[in-house]
């Protein structure tokens, strides 16, 4: 399974929605990274249009499915790290 990064800006509007923080959809935030230079980082309604795949993926994603999605792939990162672990020790 994969995500395109138009269903990740998607998943991650709506987080920002469902926690509430309505108000950047319509905030260019920007982060200066340690070289000075200035990054775009949630101008995801205006630059991606990610509102719009609303209508097309809404009815398919559950409320707090980016968080779920995170803690799932922490735990696989953890589970692999277990396996490598315990084959090193058989081997």
Do not use: P
């Not at 982060?31 to 009815?59: C, M, P, V, Y």
């Not at 999605?69 to 277990?82: N, P, S, T």
């Amino acid at each position: 399974m994969s995500v395109t990064s138009d269903e990740l800006n998607y998943l991650i509007w709506r987080y920002l929605q469902e926690s509430g923080k309505l108000y950047t959809r319509f905030t260019l935030l920007a982060i200066t990274n340690d070289a000075g230079h200035e990054l775009t980082t949630f101008a995801l309604q205006k630059e991606t249009n990610a509102h719009l795949l609303d209508e097309q993926f809404a009815s398919h994603i559950s409320v707090g499915a980016l968080v779920s999605i995170v803690q799932k792939g922490i735990q696989y990162m953890e589970v692999e790290a277990g396996i490598k672990e315990v084959c090193s020790f058989i081997f």
